[in-house]
């Protein structure tokens, strides 16, 4: 009979001490896993473990922490009989778990959330845990931060047992993947690899207990808990693997393991790894492993992982020469980061500069201070559109015409645009609040039910607090909620002023009249609220109406608390989801048709919109004040491919985006593409599977988008530099 602890080491191991707390039973869990799992190199002869069961009945994730499958525990039961009964009662003990956990319900947030206004909390986010903690100075180190921490929170006993257990299960790991390396060297009949796994056997006897000595041991060590931590963000790489770097004197070595690591990265869609930067003095930090990643990025091709370069004043002029060659490539990376302005809005919410200047970014773009924080990332949205939506139809969907939220009044009886426009104000900050609230009783719940000693062991603060991760720990714990839509409210709202109030072409009756039929009867009105100004044309009233709105979203956000302990902070990454909130949005007066997809999926303009070049689109986007945006604040601009790849082509976007950021610019990322290309590519999609863009905060293969969002590409503005 094949026992509970190997066919479902996770069940076996949480269930064995069933009168613990969550967090000491999660710990046990993942301990118990250790010894148990099936341990396995990827193709590339990389640790590449996974904290998850053969059979998918249970596992750890980075956004679920630990998770059971009801279904696949089910198939346990008929495929070991003998263990029915318990594994029913597992499940039962579960449910209860579950009914406990379970959120409050709160009708009018999911009612907003149904109709596509707003969403808050609903997954556990992205993280930067400190990889170097594991790598520079290894699990003894971070035993030695438990020991002089333990006995300040006695009543804490069960985070520090968890934390503990988690250490164990690294260095079972790592023994387990010494002897293996070891048994396929005997193995092997390649004798480059065969030589492969006895460096690696030499280096787990060190790592992941002792620090890295040169850059096999320090991958050793990164890829064995990268992987079990789900394959999430990198953080700050050429930071933390330096060191190592520094101590390896073949460099084909590390060429080598870059080119094994990167197609992991692929092969798993790994996150965002960050480059350069400064430190507190505005000294710069990119070094050779800055340069050999920008270089591994030109080769490989690749959309993956999402690779942030951080600028600053002191950016050398050989590493802006390399981001222009690597962005030539037409992989969309790296996006770029100004340091200017970043630390300078992370020191606003109270991050002192030695951390400020710490940070990087995970998931698309949504930034983070290096393992000493839970920034949320992201902890919800907040569609513009629907809220303009809810202030034309005094707080109704106009979509399904329920009434769902706040009474604005009667916009045909408003009789100054000042009055329409506190009207959309108003939805807002209704919407935004209820963004926070959702939120936050999600990160209750997963502060109480869901602990993640992995994290908290990798995370300055938790140890030092003898708090997990997701319930205070960190140093810095405040949330990102992101703005959808900007473009398209401002347009909006600017129309709305110039033609009914200003000009008085049109009532605001017969305005509410034509967007409830969809402009039809209306194409006079239509056609004049289409083709008024646009935001992104360096239009002085429309730039400035449009950066009202989002300054008071920002505004809203930083009175509320997150339940972590910080304050809520914004910006704007719309992911792939940009056309479908399009798709959920009714008519607006920007002429925008009902249903239509097109939607502005960044701060800049909506795509096609900005119509007078590169700098009046930058003019408008530095209305905002980009040092109130403290996630990710993505700018897009699409340039011709064999205009870029030219000498001339590459200094003058160097000079376009150092004015960007002079001008006080958080954030700037490209599309190199030829047009033409883009239209073959939507027509015969095998012809380019290779073809990447970017989208929203991240790049991707053109073919793999949903039509919508390949017309939202081939929409946007090509630029000429």
């Known amino acids: 009979m094949t026992g509970l602890a190997q066919i479902d080491p996770f069940l076996y191991g ?15 869990a993942l301990l118990h896993a250790s010894k148990n799992l099936e341990i396995k190199f990827s193709n590339k002869l990389l640790p590449e473990t996974a904290f998850i069961s053969k059979n998918g009945s249970s596992g750890y994730s980075p956004s679920d922490g630990l998770w059971f499958s009801d279904e696949n525990i089910l198939k346990l039961c008929e495929e070991y009989p003998e263990h029915k009964d318990t594994l029913q009662r597992y499940i039962q003990e579960i449910n209860i778990f579950r009914s406990k956990s379970r959120m409050l319900n709160c009708e009018t947030t999911d009612a907003l959330d149904n109709a596509g206004a707003e969403w808050g909390g609903g997954w556990g986010g992205h993280s930067n845990p400190d990889y170097g903690r594991i790598i520079n100075y290894g699990t003894d180190h971070i035993r030695s931060i438990i020991a002089e921490n333990r006995d300040k929170y006695p009543d804490e006993a069960w985070f520090y047992n968890s934390c503990s257990y988690l250490l164990d299960a690294f260095d079972i790991f790592g023994e387990r993947y010494r002897k293996a390396a070891l048994k396929n060297a005997e193995e092997c009949t390649d004798e480059a690899d065969k030589a492969f796994y006895l460096r690696m056997a030499r280096a787990f006897e060190a790592v ?31 930071q933390y693997m330096y060191p190592a770097y520094q ?88 996006a770029l980061y100004n340091d200017d302005v970043v630390c300078a809005a992370l020191e606003k919410i109270g991050i002192p500069p030695k951390d400020s200047h710490d940070y990087c970014m995970n998931g698309c773009n949504q930034i983070d201070i290096f393992g000493k924080s839970h920034m949320g990332l992201e902890d919800g949205e907040v569609i513009f559109t629907k809220c303009l939506e809810f202030a034309l139809h005094n707080g109704a969907d106009a979509m399904s015409g329920a009434k769902i939220s706040v009474e604005t009044g009667d916009p ?8 329409f426009e506190r009207a959309f104000m108003d939805q807002l900050e209704f919407v935004t609040y209820n963004a926070c609230t959702s939120a936050n009783r999600w990160q209750h719940m997963r502060g109480v039910f869901q602990p993640h000693p992995l994290r908290s062991c990798l995370i300055a603060g938790c140890l030092e607090k003898g708090r997990d991760y997701r319930n205070g720990g960190p140093l810095y714990n405040h949330g990102q909620i992101l703005a959808e839509g900007i473009a398209d409210t401002g347009d909006s709202l600017y129309a709305v002023k110039r033609l009914v109030f200003d000009e008085k072409k049109y009532t605001m009756a ?64 719309t992911f792939n989801r940009a056309a479908n909130y399009g798709k959920r949005t009714a008519a607006l007066p920007n002429g925008k048709l009902k249903g239509e997809p097109l939607l502005a999926d960044s701060i800049a303009a909506t795509p096609g919109r900005d119509v007078k070049g590169p700098t009046a689109q930058i003019k408008s986007v530095l209305k905002y004040n980009h040092t109130d945006a403290c996630s990710g604040f993505v700018f897009q601009n699409k340039f011709e491919k064999k205009m870029f ?23 700037y990322t490209v599309t190199v593409i030829s047009p033409d290309e883009l239209i073959d590519a939507k027509l015969n999609p095998e012809n380019h599977k290779n073809l990447i863009v970017r989208v929203g905060g991240y790049s991707d293969y053109f073919t793999s988008l949903t039509p919508e969002l390949q017309d939202n590409v081939i929409e946007r503005t090509l630029n000429d530099i």
């Open 14 to 28: 949480y269930f064995l001490n069933e009168g613990l707390e969550i967090g000491e039973r999660v710990g046990l």
């Open 208 to 238: 992941p207990q002792k620090p890295a000595y040169d850059f096999t041991s320090a991958m050793c060590s990164f890829m064995l808990v990268f992987a079990l931590d789900g394959s999430d963000s990198p953080g700050r790489f050429d």
């Open 247 to 334: 101590k390896t004197e073949n460099k084909q070595e590390v060429i080598d393991l870059l080119d094994r690591l990167w197609e992991y990265f692929h092969d798993h869609r790994s996150w965002n790894l960050c480059i350069s930067g400064s430190d507190e003095n505005w000294n710069d930090e990119s070094n050779e492993l800055t340069y050999e990643i920008l270089s591994m990025v030109r080769k490989k091709g690749y959309q993956t992982p999402n690779l942030t370069c951080r600028v600053h004043k002191n950016t050398p002029d050989a590493l802006w020469n390399a981001i222009a060659d690597t962005l030539a490539t037409g992989t969309g990376l790296p």
């Open 412 to 419: 045909k009886t408003f009789d100054t645009y000042e009055r």
């Open 510 to 573: 017969e305005l509410t009249d034509a967007l409830s039929k969809n402009f039809e009867g209306y194409e006079k009105l239509l056609h004049d609220f289409k083709n008024c100004e646009k935001f992104g044309n360096d239009i002085e009233e429309v730039d400035q109406i449009t950066a009202r709105a989002l300054n008071r979203f920002l505004t809203v956000l930083k009175r509320n608390r997150t339940y972590r302990g910080g304050v809520f902070t914004g910006g704007c990454s």
């Open 645 to 667: 790849n030219t000498p001339k082509g590459k200094a003058s976007f160097i000079a376009l985006a150092k004015a960007f950021f002079a001008g006080g610019g958080q954030q």
